[in-house]
């Protein structure tokens, strides 16, 4: 059996090739990812740098940390599924040769042998070439973290030989996985096939396609029926829940999807007769045009629903921060500059927070038990009639009143801690140490990077104060024109002055560098797959349909009609692949329209939506002209008479 | 049609397999009453009607009818590979009509061969090792002289190590015949053996198995070989020792020893 696996990859190395350059990249990724990982795991902190920076330095490995796992991860699980799909396929394209094993006497599980044997084949040549992939990736995985500013320039990743075992494991655990399913359905190959081209030959649409198909896309339909009813929050769990719901529901039921979105495309057969064969073979080729499209279906609508999910969190917390703030103007400074606002003409308050180089021991609460963290950022020093006379949130416990003597106010960045009124605080400020009391507990807000603390002003030293960044909220007094002030404001030359829309705006802005860089990552990454993964159906199918060009040509198509017809069919398929996704996208951001703010947050990202779109169109286009350039190289007697 | 019988002295007068007349040997297959339906309702079909049939060791039988009659549905049930849904099919002496699928990949193994129309070589193997398939299958040790003797017997002792591609189809067809006898099975099923052959190939392969039914019984006191062919060609049917005609899923009458004119003549009636 072992000695037909390694005939049968020989022999079809073509079906194979995108599968194995999906475990070499799979390979290659995850090996990348723990050597960064392992350079990350003990982070070096240069001596002299303060608590804060040395803070913000570790969270820094810790996110570069979290973002290659996450990279890792969905490398495997993306392989899984193209090498699922590679397999499938070569099992439909195989079933007459493995029901005639069946009929000389193989048995089920020799079958299974012969079919898991060329998985461990695939697996053990894609670690090889993982393994060796794996070193340049992860200079350029390296690079890429600290040339975006993720992690700083002195950062380098580590080797350790024990890897290597891990990556085989790796690569023959993704070749087996994905392979099973398919594996399984080889096995239920009847000996009877190799005689006639009967039932199961033809059968695509499987009982596990229409179970996880039904299932998943009622789950959607579930989801998107109780958007009217939801909160913000609840909002983006549905956005969420439709986006992959639906994409894995509609993928599932491609074969049976994507030709009857092929009926709406029937206005093209008017074109001629290409444009009618490439319909009509549109919607007879179900395998084909299922597995070219569900890629794309994926794709789509995983990156515009969840981009544009992020996109609408990030704008929505915008609007909240606006909200919540009563005044028109905050000045960026630093805190000796800060306090000259106050006295300017026309400003009725301002309130400044200072940004504390503090150390803070909270005490939280986890599943009961007590644990003690330490915080280092986020903890603002403010002046607390201030801060509320030009801000609107309210402590859901204790009250800011109380933010007296050595108190301190839990933020809404660390609403989700576990942090309780009423317990006690270690704060380390310069080289002395004093016990607060929490008095108050904010609300979560939207925003992400939220104020995590507030401690009262006095708390830190006039010196210390004078250092620090500070950002002022400026409220101009009635009946003054508050363009008069801010040029007030700007004539002091302390730092920049912004309305306080454009500052949410900037701050939101910040954020959504943050996620994009990783959303890019992982997208990015995705996207490299669905590639592959479009890619390899077309090769596949390509290949499959020399007898089929074949005899289109023998009929009295040119080479360059054959070429023709593929190439609409295939675009009628990226069209239906895409619309499909897109339309998966937007069922999933119904929730945000039916919300108590509407269109107003909704940011749908229409760049990435025409890119996707261009790219789509751009590689389906040049896979099919190549592929079926190549399939009709011969002349068409000689492939029309040949048999598999 | 012209090329003659490949062996104009055939055993021919062997009971031709009709009920009541049992020979003494057991049959290497029979099928007793079986009726096999195909669908439901308004669209059922039955494409065999209680038909009983046996066919004896180191016998040739062809099967014949217009199309859609039940030859092939015949032979899938007499082969295990279909199941009929009453009646008995009995092959080697066992009863197959339930037996559970781990039996059918055993007698697969030990007493059945098969020839198809299109050769269903592994392309990926060589000669050699499509014919040594059925028994690394098998799980028994391939002992290549008697592999090589195979391919030998079909003369094509040097093409072993030859790709189906890189061989013409009567090769192929001529390769496929030797992996179908290379274990010696009880009973050899050939669905359209010539039907993709040009009349030299095809008077080949049919010598080839007149040689299978004609070789002496084994030493080891075995059996010898059945043949059972389904074809639409009366020059080939002709090469067998007995003809059997299928309309509507019932036996309707035999031939022995009879000409390719007079097959012809029958299967033209048949379809009229």
Known sequence: MWRMSWSTFRERWTLFAGALLTVVFGVGLVQASVMVSLGAENPRIPAGTSPREAESLREAYDGAGSLLGMTAMLACFLAVFIVG?????????????????????????QVMTLLFGEAVLLGLLGSAGGILFGIPLMWAQAYLLTSTGILPG???????????????????????TGSIAATVRAARVRPLEALREIGGAARVMTLGRWIWGVSMLALAAVMVSGEGQVDFLGAMLIAMGVSFAGAIGLSSLSPLVVPLAGHLLRPFTRFGPLAELAQANLRDGKRRAAATAAPMIVLTALVVGLMAMLGTQAKAGGMDVKRKIVGEYVVTSNGADAEKIASVPGVQTASTAVTADIVLTVTRFEDGRRLHTKVRSGILAIDPAAYQATHTLKPVSGSFDRLQGKAVIAGPGSAEEGIRTGTTAIAEVGGRKEKLKVVARMPATLENNADAFFVPNWLLTQDM?????????VKVAPGTNPADVANRLRDLRIGKVQTVSAWADARVGRQMEQNDSVMMVLMGLSAVYAVVAIINAMVIAGTERRREFAVARLTGLSRRQVVQAALMEASGVTLIGVGLGLLVAFAALGGFLFGPSGTEILAIPWTLIVLLVLGAFGISTLTSVLTTRSATRAAPVTLAAARE | MTYPAPHAAAPHGMPPFPQGAQPLVPPAVELQSVVRRYGAGDTAVTALDGVSIAFPPGTWTAVMGPSGSGKSTLLHCAAGLDRADEGRVVVAGRDITRAPEHILTELRRRSLGFVFQNFNLVGALTAEQNVALPM???????????????????????????????????????????????????????????????????????????????????????????????????????????????????????LIGASARDVADRLATLED
């Open chain 1, 85 to 109: 799909s590679t397999f499938a396929f070569t099992v439909a394209q195989r079933r007459a040769d493995l029901a005639l094993l069946r009929t000389l006497g193989g048995s089920r599980p």
């Open chain 1, 154 to 176: 002195s950062f380098a990743p580590e080797w350790d030989s024990a890897v290597l075992i891990g990556s085989v494991s790796a690569g023959v655990g993704m070749a087996l």
């Open chain 1, 465 to 473: 104060i004078a250092k620090s960044e500070a950002e002022t909220t």
């Open chain 2, 136 to 254: 690394r299958l098998a799980g028994v040790r391939v002992d290549r002289r008697q592999v090589r003797a195979a391919l030998a017997d079909v003369g094509l002792g040097d093409r072993g190590r030859h790709r189906p591609r890189e061989l013409s189809g009567g090769q192929q067809q001529r390769v496929a015949i030797a992996r179908a006898i290379v274990t010696r099975p009880a009973v050899l099923f050939a669905d359209e053996p010539t039907g993709a052959l040009d009349s030299r190939s095809a008077r080949t392969v049919l010598g080839l198995m007149r040689r299978v039914v004609d070789a002496p019984v084994p030493q080891d006191g075995g059996p010898s070989q059945c043949v059972v062919m389904v074809t639409h060609d009366p020059v080939a049917a002709a090469a067998a020792d007995a003809v059997v005609f299928l309309r509507d899923g019932r036996l309707v009458d035999r």
